[in-house]
């Protein structure tokens, strides 16, 4: 490539880095790589400026904060706490928040930062899990990102843990009850966290290592292998106009994607930086320090951890003694099964399409969720799960505010947790379908022009046109679901050898279920063509205009 097709700034500086280490032809290649423009992708970018703000917060932090459970007597600027003996830990984040120049706002941000972290994750996994693209190649990135989502949980708690104050210590006591309980290992992960018997000596200080080293350099890890892969891989798009499995359609990395790019990092410092400075978060000196004896009364985690506060509290007290053992179900239930269910769900849904559609190929246009009802009514009934657990986690709030029984607020978070994924599954399927329909509608009928036209035999009728050759791309990038050779061919035809045993003759009923064309787009013509018919709308036409 000559540098007369190359804008000057990149061949300026190509050809600085290739006098030198050779690189150019690499950034050539790489300053002009396309990435598609679609407001959705944008969720992820979310997150990953998210960790930067926190990396960059975190760090100031750890100049100021003590990670030691020794005993101090407080004597700082809140009047209050003065003469109270807490942990060092404490009062470094009360020496933070108050003696600290700009400490409370570095603080504040941090903590916005963190939620706002997880939040970006968990809608970035949404979207790629409802437009389908964790399918092939991408099926390892998936797994990185399932992954880096875990270990974000597990950041948060351990840094929700350090400032040792009541409602984080109530937090800590729950963590240790979980802990203790898991067969087998609940002894020795104890120990191993706490350094004896709780609260211990050494909690802070090792949830502290956990939390500014290894997490964070596993996470940092994960995150650059995560970007390398999107990278190398391309990055999938909303079918369109022009767009195919073979190409993308979109704007250059340099300089139109980093022009974006870096304006989007300073929009989400600025709302980061706002939250910081006008809403308060874990005003840790209203709650005072942590002390086994006490505990406060409608605390809460944060958001990302309510979904265990609301399994805990609904699950009824349960527990099996045998040969002088006690398995405690009300906390291991509660700790390990819907943690399991959600991210082993989502760590094997890609596995598990794969094997029901027998669909190998590689997926560059993604789906529009209404075009794959199953997998959209699978990811909501999954939400709905997650949502009334986290809901539940403040059932004593909730029944304190709207003055009902605690019991039947109970009794009902534990019906709903069964009951509510299943109504959002015959939902949204519904819904996907009528939403298909009214696609098959638009291709087939044209949209509503807004003109009125009498027909010769006295009916009314609205005009409709020819949708924009943008929209009718958009739609028409619908494709069937694929299904395995068993459930396309029939009950008449004879299965392949590997479809006839039980499990083959299971995977195609449910190939058949999941898969195939639910609302054709042509379904459109079926109606009654003098209420559908696409219209020329124009001066000096009359009714005999109307085309079909």
Not at 326 to 333: A, E, H, N
């Amino acid at each position: 490539m000559s540098l007369e097709t190359v804008p000057k700034p990149i061949a300026g500086a190509s050809s600085f880095i290739d006098d030198r280490i050779g690189a150019g032809n690499f950034l050539k290649r790489n300053l002009r790589k396309i990435f598609p423009d679609h407001w959705s992708f944008l969720l992820g970018e979310i997150a990953l400026y998210s960790f930067i703000v926190l990396l960059l917060t975190g760090t100031f932090l750890t100049f100021f904060f003590k990670p030691s459970m020794g005993e101090v007597i407080y004597n700082g600027s809140y009047e209050p706490l003065k003469g109270v003996e807490m942990s060092e830990a404490y009062a470094s984040s009360l020496n933070i928040s108050f003696d600290v120049r700009g400490g409370l706002l570095m603080r504040q941000m941090h903590h916005w930062a963190a939620l706002l972290f997880v939040a970006g994750m968990m809608v970035h996994a949404l979207r790629v899990f409802f437009t389908g693209a964790y399918r092939k190649p991408r099926e390892l990135n998936w797994l990185i990102g399932v992954l880096l989502l875990t270990l974000a949980l597990a950041e948060g708690l351990t840094g929700y843990s350090l400032p040792d104050d009541l409602l984080s210590g109530a937090g800590l006591r729950i963590t240790e009850g979980v802990a203790i309980s898991l067969p087998l290992v609940g002894t020795w992960i104890t120990f191993f966290l706490f350094g004896g018997e709780y609260p211990g000596h050494d909690v802070i200080s090792r949830f502290y290592s956990l939390h500014i080293l290894l997490i964070p350099g596993i996470l940092l890890a994960l995150i650059t292998a995560h970007m390398i892969l999107m990278w190398v891989q391309k990055h999938t798009q909303m079918p369109g106009k022009g767009r195919t499995n073979t190409n993308v359609v979109g704007a250059p990395f340099y300089p139109a994607f980093m022009i974006k790019a870096g304006a989007y990092f300073m929009f989400t410092f600025g709302v980061i930086a706002l939250l910081g400075t006008f809403a308060q978060i874990n005003p840790i000196w209203l709650f005072g320090p942590y002390t086994p004896a006490d505990i406060s009364a409608g605390s809460q985690p944060d958001f990302y951890m309510g979904f265990l506060e609301g399994s805990l509290r609904l699950m009824p007290s349960w527990e099996i003694n045998f040969l002088g053992f006690t398995l405690p179900m009300s906390v291991l239930i509660p700790a390990l099964v819907p943690m399991g269910i959600v991210m082993t769900g989502l760590a094997l849904y890609p596995f598990i399409e794969q094997w029901v559609t027998g669909d190998r190929s590689e997926h560059h246009i993604a789906d529009r969720p209404r075009n794959n009802p199953h997998r959209t009514s699978i990811g909501i009934s999954a939400i709905t799960f997650y949502g009334v657990l986290w809901l539940l986690g403040a059932n004593d709030e909730i029944s304190s505010f709207f003055h009902v029984s605690l019991n039947w607020t109970t009794y009902v978070g534990r019906a709903l947790v069964f009951i509510g994924p299943l109504v959002a599954y015959i939902i949204t399927y519904r819904m996907c379908l009528g939403l298909q329909r009214s696609d098959a509608a638009v291709i087939g009928h044209g949209v509503e022009s807004g003109v009125i036209k009498r027909l010769p035999h006295g009916e009314y009728i609205e005009v409709h046109v020819p949708p924009n050759e943008d929209i009718a791309a958009h739609v028409r990038g619908k494709q069937p679901v694929p299904m395995v050779a068993a459930a396309e061919t029939g009950d008449e035809e004879v299965p392949p050898k590997e479809m006839r045993g039980p499990l083959g003759k299971l995977r195609a009923k449910m190939s058949k279920a999941y898969g195939g064309e639910k609302i054709p787009l042509d379904e459109g013509h079926g109606h009654d063509e003098s209420h559908g018919a696409q219209v020329e709308v124009g001066p000096g036409k009359d009714d005999k205009s109307l085309t079909h």
